[in-house]
Structures are given as C-alpha cells and as structure tokens.
C-alpha cells in the first residue's frame, strides 16, 4: 500500500515491542498522544491574542499621541499611520504562517471552515475600505475618516470574534469579540482622539489580558 | 484475565493504540497526511504503514490517495467503526480500573 520493503522485519521488531500494556498505563498513553496532537495541530490562541494586542496597543497608541493636542509626544500623522498599518500587516503575516503551519496536513471540515472564516475577514476588510472611500468622496474632513476607520475595523473585528465564538463554541473569543464591539462603539460616541486610546488600551490590552488569562489556565491544567 | 480478552487486539498494541488516540484528536468529518500523522507519532514511514494497513483491513481507518497538484498525497481518517472500536476499548479500560480508579486515574497529571 504505502510500497515498504521491510514490512515483515517490522512487524517482528515492532510485535516485541508491542507487549500489552496494563489499562491505566493504556489510558496515560491515549491522553499523552491525544493532547499531542490537540497542541500541535490547534493553533495558539496565547500567541494570536498577544500578536494583535500589541499590534494594537502600539498602533492605535501611536494613532493616539498623534492626534491628541495635549499630547507630550510630538508624532506626525504620517509617522502614526505608517506605525499601525507595519504593526497590523506584521501581524497579520505571522497569523497566517501560525495558522498555516499548525493546520499543515490537516484536510477536512475544518480545513473548509477556516478557508471560509479567512475570507470573511479579507472581504469585510475590502467592504470596510470601499465603504470608507465612498464616504471620503462626500468630502468629509479627516478627522470623520479616521474615526471611520478607527470605529469600523473594530466593530469588523468584534463582529468576526463573537461569530468565531458561536462556530467554535468558544467562550473566550465571543466575549472578547462583543467587549471589542462595544468599545468601538463607545470610542466612537467619545470621538477623536479617544477612540484610539480606546482601542489601544481596552482593545489591545484586553486581548492581552486574554493571553495571559489563557496563558495561566493552561500552565494550571498542565497543558 | 477475561476483561484482558475482551480489549480490541487489533487497537491493544502500544504503536496501535497511539496511532487510534491520534486519530480521534482530529474533528468529525476530518483527516491526517501521512507525513503530518509520521511527526506526531515519531514512526518510521515502514512501520506507520504497516499499522495503519492492519487498522484498514479491520475497517477502523479510510486511507484516501490524492493529489495537490503533482504531488501524491495520503490521508488518513479514522472510520465510524474505528471510533466506535476506540470509544469501546477505553471504555472497557476504564471498567478494567474499576469505579474506585476511575476518579484519579485517567485524569492528567497535577
């Protein structure tokens, strides 16, 4: 089937080996090679949520320190914007080699799900864009535009969280996805430069939080 | 001695046995590249096939052939029969324990 040549010395070298085992040590066994591969193939969401919470937290912190007029640091708009946009694609790059490499040989269901779940965010990205640039030909000032996109990349982010959540059964990210929502929502009412300092801190930081929470609850479970 | 008897011979086999654990770690409706399944047992190519054949003829894996591109590639996935032999046999070491291991035992270590 697979075109061994030493198939039968194998087997003789490999039934020595395999002398049965007693039911506790069978269920060690069982377990060890269970979480194995449950740590190897799963990506690590301690790793994912500390990526972008220091993507944000130093993006939209920049973003923050530029468009406050009491600010002690003197940063150039420019300077701010190409600050975010090296944070996110950085960490949108080393999501995707994780996520790539994790689920390597893995074919399936969740192959097709995760496909699918990674299109929702190029193309809610792309609307958000276009949506964003429809709007800038208004002729509305800048300020409305990077309140725009400040508002609408974290309700895009919140919404995508909490539907990952209800795919995955996962409490943790549906929580974090309606916390980012929702303080989108707020930074927007409190306006510039607050939204920022809004998804610096409690955006970022939360899901930093969250990676440490994660992180404590699997060193206690031993995993 | 009767209780031993009655444990799955085709999975009561130590290289076996972890290749079935590894398999039911995937979701339903999922499978495993030989390569990928090789690395997480830390098997020889020779012996993963040679398992994983006498898990075929039992019925308990579905090993499909295909390609990416012009690469051959294998994938294996455990049957429903294999799940079901699987979810037997640690349900029968589980009573194999006893009612008073079952509490400590199987769980992970502190």
């Known amino acids: ?25 069978s269920l060690a066994l069982i377990d060890a090679q269970q979480r194995r591969v449950g740590e190897q193939i799963e990506p690590d969401a301690r790793l994912l949520y500390g990526l972008w919470g220091v993507a944000l937290l130093i993006g939209e912190g920049a973003f923050f320190f530029a468009t406050w007029k009491d600010s002690p640091f003197d940063i150039p708009l420019a300077v701010a914007g190409v600050t975010l946009l090296v944070s996110l694609v950085s960490a949108m790059v080393l999501t995707s080699v994780h996520i790539a490499r994790r689920v390597a040989g893995v074919q399936g269901d969740s192959s097709r799900q995760g496909m699918f779940y990674g ?42 969280y909490m539907a990952g959540g209800a795919m995955w059964l996962d409490r943790t990210q549906f929580a974090l996805g309606a916390w980012f929502a929702l303080v989108s929502g707020a930074g927007a009412i409190a306006g510039t430069p607050w939204i920022y300092l809004v998804l610096s801190l409690a955006g970022g930081g939360g899901m930093l939080v969250v990676a440490g929470a994660i992180a404590v609850r699997t060193r206690q479970h031993g995993r | 001695m009767t209780a031993t008897s009655e444990l799955d011979p085709v999975i009561h086999a130590p ?12 979701s339903d409706g999922d499978r495993l590249s030989f390569t990928r399944l090789q690395k997480l047992l830390d098997m020889t190519g020779g012996n993963l096939s040679t398992h994983l054949r006498r898990l075929e003829d039992a019925g308990y894996v579905q090993v499909t052939k295909s390609h990416v591109g012009r690469t051959p590639a294998t994938h294996v ?4 029969a294999g799940r079901l032999a699987f979810d037997n046999y640690t349900a029968t070491l589980r009573a194999l324990l006893g009612p008073a291991a079952n509490e400590g035992a199987p769980e992970s270590p502190p």
């Open chain 2, 77 to 80: 996935a455990l049957t429903r």
């Open chain 1, 119 to 160: 299109w929702t965010w190029m193309i809610g990205f792309l609307a958000l864009a276009a949506v964003i640039s429809g709007v800038t030909r208004t002729g509305v000032d800048e300020e409305t535009i990077g309140l725009l996109w400040a508002a609408g990349s974290g309700l895009v982010i919140g919404l995508l």
């Open chain 2, 15 to 26: 290289a076996r046995l972890r290749l079935v654990a590894a398999l039911s770690a995937l």
């Open chain 1, 1 to 25: 089937m697979f075109g061994t040549t030493s198939s039968e010395q194998n087997d003789t070298a490999q039934d020595a080996a395999d002398i049965p085992l007693a039911a506790a040590d």
